[in-house]
């Protein structure tokens, strides 16, 4: 089953505009993590915030972190074309189940030049 | 130096058949993991290879099973083919079975006809 669920399902905008998806999830989290996949291929590592950390940066791209809320937000800044793919929040419950992670559905960025 | 690999890229099969894949992890890494994706949804885990022991395992019928192998490689079997199996296969490797981040191979997408 998963874990979390981006919103939205798909987002479009325009080159230079910023993009912001949302994350929830349901259980106790060590950690959440941002990937990205290009094209239904392999996926790429973005980004991790810890359970202790509220929001983090790299790059263009901005994390949020609400436990209390359990919900996360990923912020893309001056988008480019070249940013289009899918985006999955990504949780690791750790503990006896540190390793496994629960990804969501993601949400479909389509940049346009 | 080389990331995680996988084999073959592309394949399809029958229903009722069996399927092998093949991963070797990045270099250096001793863990390896496996994904199911299907098409338009988030990555679901299969299971965890460690030591040549599986070490975790998510919600999957024991029709899939998997080994690794002193070079840390690994294989994931999956017997009696369903028509609901065809998916990308994703394999991540990672330095130890507790690390935050793992790397993913480009995945081989497994068709059943």
């Known amino acids: 089953s998963q874990q979390g669920e981006e919103d939205p399902q798909a987002l479009s905008i325009q080159e230079g505009e910023n993009a912001t998806m949302n994350c929830s999830y349901k259980?106790?989290?060590?950690?959440l993590q941002w990937y990205r996949q290009n094209s239904g291929r392999g996926l790429v590592h973005l980004i991790l915030?810890?359970?202790?950390?509220r929001e983090k940066h790299s790059g263009r791209l901005r994390v949020t972190l609400d436990t209390s809320k359990k919900s996360s937000s990923l912020l893309i800044t001056a988008s480019r074309a070249a940013d289009t793919a899918s985006y999955f929040c990504?949780?690791?419950?750790?503990?006896?189940?540190?390793?496994?992670?629960?990804f969501g559905q993601g949400t479909i960025l389509t940049v346009h030049p | 130096d080389a990331g995680v690999t996988q084999s073959p890229t592309h394949l399809i099969k029958t229903r009722g058949q069996q399927v092998t894949l093949r991963c070797s992890p990045k270099?250096?890494?001793?863990?390896v993991s496996w994904y199911q994706q299907a098409l338009g949804q988030g990555p679901q885990f299969i299971f965890q290879?460690?030591?040549?022991?599986?070490?975790q395992r998510g919600n999957f019928p024991d029709r899939f099973s998997g080994h690794q192998f002193p070079n840390y490689s690994s294989e994931l079997n999956v017997n009696a083919l369903l028509l609901g199996d065809s998916a990308l296969y994703l394999c991540?490797?990672?330095?130890?079975?507790?690390?935050?981040?793992?790397?993913f191979g480009e995945g081989s997408w497994l068709t059943v006809v």
């Open positions: 991540a490797s990672s330095l130890g079975p507790g690390r935050d981040t793992i790397y």
């Open positions: 290879y460690y030591e040549e022991e599986e070490r």
């Open positions: 915030i810890r359970s202790n950390e």
């Open positions: 259980t106790s989290i060590n950690n």
């Open positions: 270099s250096g890494h001793d863990t």
């Open positions: 990504v949780t690791n419950a750790g503990g006896t189940s540190y390793g496994k992670l629960t």
